[in-house]
């Protein structure tokens, strides 16, 4: 198939630090072209890829200090995606609801994966207009606040299994690692390595919009000795931190529609404990691979229970459930889905 792949360019393809979106989209591109498929990715400048890359700006644009308004770039990508939209047979956005009036105006079929949490007020509204627009969700849990859309499939995200290697004899330390942010929850990470008395290392970026909070919320809570603060960090640095843990916190308080760094952990061999909100049911197996909690003394409970889980175990269950090669076949089966539907039916809709 000739398959568009259309990312934000908050991120490089993939991101050197922090970037959920732009990670699986990467992970997704190369997987799609070792397939064998003619893929073009839309991304910024200092992306990598096998695919054909179609450089928007020339650096992504979180920390460019060049760029003062990321809108416009978005737009124009978008408008030079539809100005070449004949070169595909799918175009597949990761890019919310920029582009959605255009889609409905031009014959390809464009398919939109929401990476988001789905729960703004605001949001019920636009997705009512543009109820004919094809949508992937990256968990069931991530589609209750606009069930009535016009949802083709759920795909979990997955990872390449070389990407981490199991680690069957960890630390004694707990970690942490994702964002700085108060529905992350990392004050409540923090709490629950004091409470079991174990060592937690923070690894997190801090965004512009989250320095006071951190500021005044968490940084007066690293002085305390179990507790230290890593930063963002990469692909090799995070091996490290997630293979030798004894177990990955995630005590997020709002409606998780995934959780990437779970199965990053997972591929560790290393066990997740989390907060039962939004898509973590589905991505944790209780006693398996992890542990879900619904309150503070759970947690530490299951920190104490989390060496008796098979590392090897939870490495096995993230091969079958949370690989890269199931994630490109299940988009592949989508977009095979949709472009047969167009072609008989003329339609995006499909009940």
Request: proline content about 7%; charged content about 25%; hydrophobic content about 40%.
């Amino acid at each position: 198939m000739r398959i568009a792949q259309v990312s934000p360019l908050y991120e490089s393809v993939p991101p050197t630090g922090y970037g959920g979106t732009e990670r699986v989209v990467s992970y997704l591109t190369e997987e799609l072209v070792r397939l064998g498929h003619k893929v073009t990715l839309f991304a910024s400048g200092d992306s990598t890829t096998r695919a054909k890359l179609v450089p928007i700006c020339p650096e992504s644009l979180r920390l460019s200090k060049q760029c003062t308004d990321p809108l416009s770039y978005h737009l124009l990508m978008i408008e030079q995606v539809f100005q070449s939209a004949e070169d595909f047979d799918i175009i597949h956005f990761h890019t919310d609801y920029l582009h959605f009036s255009l889609s409905r105006r031009v014959p390809v079929p464009a398919l939109t994966t929401l990476h988001g949490r789905l729960d703004l007020p605001e949001l019920a509204p636009l997705y009512r207009e543009f109820s004919d627009i094809p949508l992937i969700s990256i968990s069931d849990a991530q589609r209750e606040p606009l069930l009535w859309a016009n949802w083709q499939t759920t795909v979990y995200h997955g990872l390449p299994p070389s990407l981490y290697r199991l680690n069957e004899r960890p630390g004694d330390y707990l970690v942490f690692v994702g964002r700085v942010s108060p529905e992350k929850k990392v004050i409540d990470a923090i709490e629950i390595a004091k409470r079991a008395g174990i060592p937690l290392r923070i690894a997190a970026k801090v965004d512009k919009n989250d320095e006071a909070y951190f500021r005044e919320a968490v940084q007066p809570l690293l002085k305390h000795p179990l507790i230290e603060f890593v930063g963002e960090v990469g692909e090799e640095e995070k091996q490290e931190l997630l293979g030798n843990a004894l177990a990955f916190l995630f005590p997020i308080d709002w409606p998780e529609p995934f959780g990437l760094a779970m199965i990053e952990a997972m591929a560790c061999g290393t066990p997740v404990i989390a907060r039962r909100r939004g898509s973590i049911p589905e991505i944790v197996e209780d006693g398996v691979t992890g542990f879900t909690f619904d309150d503070p003394d759970q947690a530490v409970g299951a920190v104490e229970a989390a060496e008796s889980l098979s590392r090897l175990k939870i490495r096995n269950e993230f091969k079958k459930r949370f690989s890269v090669r199931r994630m490109a076949l299940d988009y592949l089966s989508a977009y095979e889905s949709l472009v047969a539907h167009v072609k008989t039916s003329g339609s995006l809709r499909i009940a």
